[in-house]
């Protein structure tokens, strides 16, 4: 486990980059954390680490946005989804092992991600500052 204290939207992304530095291309990482915790942030900081210019934003509608990089990145949105009929709508299983799925709001399908998924957990501090967890990742 890595703990990282960051006190911006900047230092949230900059972690972010380094651990897209550690990935090989098919990894799920799941994202825990309240709203405006900073799940997009680390995702924008995450995508521009395997060479992403296009402006990442949360999928909330859309349910997944898919960027190209150094690797596919495939950015899921799971606030809506509350069964395993709603995940397997999403088209969730047919993305796995083929490019880096990066999962907002992982709480509501916990049961379903691979054993050997990277959890990440932002913890709101204070207005501006956030504890980052990374479980499952190499070290960054």
Known sequence: MQK???????????IAEKLAQTLSGTEVI????GLGAGKTAFTRGLAR?????DGVSS????LVNEYEGKFTVYHFDMYRVSSWDDLYSTGFFDYID???????WSENIVEF?????IT?????IS??????????????
Not at 59 to 62: G, V, Y
């Open 30 to 33: 799941a994202m825990f954390g």
């Open 113 to 117: 991600l691979p054993e050997n998924h």
């Open 59 to 62: 999928p909330t509608f859309a």
């Open 127 to 140: 207005e501006n500052e956030r504890e980052i967890i990374i479980e499952g990742a190499k070290t960054i």
């Open 4 to 14: 990282f204290l960051s006190k911006s939207p900047q230092e949230t992304e900059q």
């Open 98 to 104: 083929n490019g880096v799925m990066i999962i907002e």
């Open 49 to 53: 680490g395997l060479g992403i210019e």
């Open 120 to 124: 990440i957990t932002i913890n709101h």
